[in-house]
């Protein structure tokens, strides 16, 4: 069973709109969470990265939040734009080395 | 432009065969990871190189290896070739050994074997 379970899978929104994705990981011990882009047969683009200890991160229109306690992140996307049509990937790292975790995806699609 | 080239783009192949992927990682950048990314699924981490050495090793198959050279390019060897391995393949490169780091992902090489 994946450590990392996003949701949802795949989203549909007008351009203009602001989307939340959702992020639920088992993976212990925790290092830290991030969120990554990625434009369809390019490699992942970092967005933010957060420790245990940071609740909130933001990337331009891109926010992350984090609550270690529950063991739940979101990304949030304010005014999304045509661009931001990708696959937004998860990744918890563990306490370890430093293996990451990555979850499956959630695919949006932002229409005009 | 993440800094970090892979060769080749794509590859088509056919089962029983053996190719070689390579990559170089982004100037100043000691660690090389390799990832698998078949059709819809997410990315499943194979191997890490750190400075030449073997690191951290994932769900890498007994067919597949790897290795950084000296000049801290590094090689995925993929052997005895099934259509099951057919994907992307990423190779990503960090500063030092991974935790807490940034890392920098190259466009990848998409392998069809056929």
């Known amino acids: 069973k994946n450590q990392v379970e996003q949701s949802p899978q795949s989203l549909i929104i007008l351009e203009g709109k602001n989307c939340t994705l959702q992020c639920n990981y088992t993976v212990s011990p925790f290092s830290n969470l991030r969120w990554y882009k990625q434009d369809t047969g390019r490699g992942p683009v970092s967005l933010t990265i957060?420790?245990?200890?940071?609740n909130t991160k933001s990337n331009g229109r891109y926010t992350a939040t984090l609550d270690a306690d529950t063991k739940q992140s979101s990304l949030h996307i304010t005014a999304s734009q045509l661009s931001d049509s990708a696959s937004y990937i998860c990744?918890?790292?563990?306490?370890?080395?430093?293996?990451?975790?990555f979850g499956a995806g959630t695919q949006v699609v932002v229409t005009p | 432009d993440s800094g970090v080239t892979q060769t080749p783009k794509h590859l088509i192949t056919a089962t029983g065969q053996r190719v070689t992927l390579r990559c170089s990682p982004r100037?100043?950048?000691?660690?090389v990871y390799w990832y698998q990314q078949s059709l819809d699924q997410g990315l499943q981490f194979l191997i890490q190189y750190y400075n030449g050495e073997e690191r951290a090793k994932g769900n890498i198959l007994e067919r597949f290896s790897a290795q950084q050279f000296p000049d801290l390019h590094s090689e995925l060897n993929l052997s005895s070739l099934e259509l099951g391995d057919s994907a992307l393949y990423f190779c990503?490169?960090?500063?030092?050994?991974?935790?807490?780091?940034?890392?920098?992902f190259g466009s990848g090489t998409q392998l069809s074997v056929l």
């Open positions: 957060m420790t245990f200890s940071e």
């Open positions: 990744v918890v790292t563990t306490d370890s080395w430093g293996k990451l975790q």
């Open positions: 100037s100043g950048d000691l660690s």
């Open positions: 990503a490169s960090s500063v030092g050994r991974g935790r807490g780091e940034k890392l920098f």
